[in-house]
């Protein structure tokens, strides 16, 4: 933690809050940070959805004995209202669309880096805990890392290749990483679950949160659920069977609502005469369109509302791109499209109406609703939502 305190200067007045989510590596973020900080550690979770597995009651109950046991104040937030606000209702319209989200990086852009933290500042001014002129740092478990260049914090990839989660984060602003504290960015997980046993933790059996935590066994029940409320009886024609054609048009068989499918997928598609992939989803027409795999991968696509952590290229700049969280980095090119309605977000380096096209050196399955990311070798450099990929809609 050497690095953070040369970097911040934290002092005295100063607090550190740990989101907590009752697994091993928040609880040995915890665990670091009391043994590397002479400030006010606090831990939290919040709660965002009844009976989500991030924040169910066995995941409190975990979180709130870890900070009793490092002896740490611990607290949980409601943030129910907010989350579906920000969240689940981006979720379900981005289904409706036939795109696919991923709801983890709202969640972190919207939730837990942003009302969560100030949440927790404005009880903790409250409190009197945080003293006059003191600044609140926020630290998780996530596995990536943050460093300084020209004076201008980053976000770069976690050491451990597996478990990286600098994905996850790339729309955090610059105001949040520069407070932001990541103790596992520089270990893997086999030396965290080491730590953990040496000091006799009990926490290898939890498992790990997933995307869509709060959605149960069926995401087209979830979403049809929840669209009843906006939509009304048109909620049926979202579960109704339609044809599955090919991308000239031929009728192969029929699926049993497009909200079951997404992009690259092969299993459950009940086709002869295969393997064939899921090519994209028409919502409009409740359609869905297959193609063989070397037709349905993908080396062109546009993004959207990209948030840079470099300024914004005039011109094409060369990097690679992770077109989901858990595919490799490809190297491409990418080039800025913006249009000139100068429409401003009002999110730091974020433009509403930013637009880049994006060529990759080989093809891979490209789903629009996911995010691309585009790296530095280990740098973060920007990222935003995959919109189509290029002459396909």
């Known amino acids: 933690m050497t690095e953070y ?43 965002i959805w009844p009976d989500s597995r991030c924040c169910s009651l066995d995941v409190t109950d975990r979180a709130r004995a870890t900070c009793e046991k490092l002896g740490i104040p611990y607290h949980v937030i409601d943030l129910q209202e907010e989350f579906r606000r920000y969240v689940v209702d981006n979720f379900v319209e981005t289904y409706l669309e036939g795109k696919t989200p991923n709801p983890c ?12 933290y100030n949440t927790v500042l404005g009880m903790l001014k409250k409190d009197g805990i945080l003293k006059e002129g003191g600044r609140l740092f926020m630290a998780t478990g996530h596995y990536a890392r943050t460093g300084i260049i020209n004076g201008k914090v980053f976000l770069k ?49 939890v498992a790990e949160s997933q995307d869509a935590c709060f959605v149960g066994e069926s995401y ?31 009728v192969l068989g029929h699926h049993t609502g497009y909200l079951n499918y997404t992009i690259g997928q092969r299993r459950g598609l009940n086709l002869g005469n295969g393997p064939w992939y899921v090519e994209r989803i028409d919502s409009r027409s409740n359609t869905v369109v297959v193609a063989r795999r070397e037709d349905t991968v993908k080396k062109s696509f546009t993004v959207e509302r990209i948030n840079w952590f470099i300024e914004r290229p005039d011109g094409p700049i060369d990097c690679t791109v992770k077109v989901r969280y858990q595919s490799e980095l490809i190297p491409c090119r990418v080039f800025p499209e913006r249009n000139d309605s100068g429409d401003d977000s ?31 070798d280990d740098l973060v450099i920007g990222g935003g939502f995959i919109t189509s990929p290029t002459g396909s809609r």
Request: with cysteine.
């Open 346 to 376: 009002g999110e730091d380096n974020v433009l509403s109406n930013d637009m880049v096209r994006v060529e990759m050196e080989r093809g891979e399955f490209v789903t629009p609703g996911q995010s691309a990311v585009f790296y530095s």
């Open 5 to 47: 305190m040369e970097r911040y200067g934290i002092c005295e007045k100063d607090a550190i809050l740990c989101a907590m989510s009752g697994g091993v590596d928040s609880t040995i973020a915890a665990y670091m940070l009391k043994e590397s900080f002479d400030v006010p550690i606090i831990g939290a979770t919040h709660y």
């Open 220 to 250: 087209s029940d979830f979403i049809l659920k929840e669209a009843r409320d906006k939509i009304g009886e048109r909620v049926k024609e979202l579960s109704s069977p339609g044809p599955i054609v090919t991308v000239d048009g031929k």
């Open 157 to 205: 990839r976690g050491v451990d290749p597996v478990k990286d989660q600098s994905y996850m984060l790339y729309r955090l602003s610059g105001a949040i990483l520069s407070r932001l504290i990541l103790p596992l960015g520089g270990y893997r997980k086999s030396e965290i679950f080491a730590i953990a046993e040496k000091l006799g933790l009990a926490v290898r059996h």
């Open 105 to 116: 990086i709202l969640c972190n852009e919207k939730i837990r880096f942003d009302i969560f």
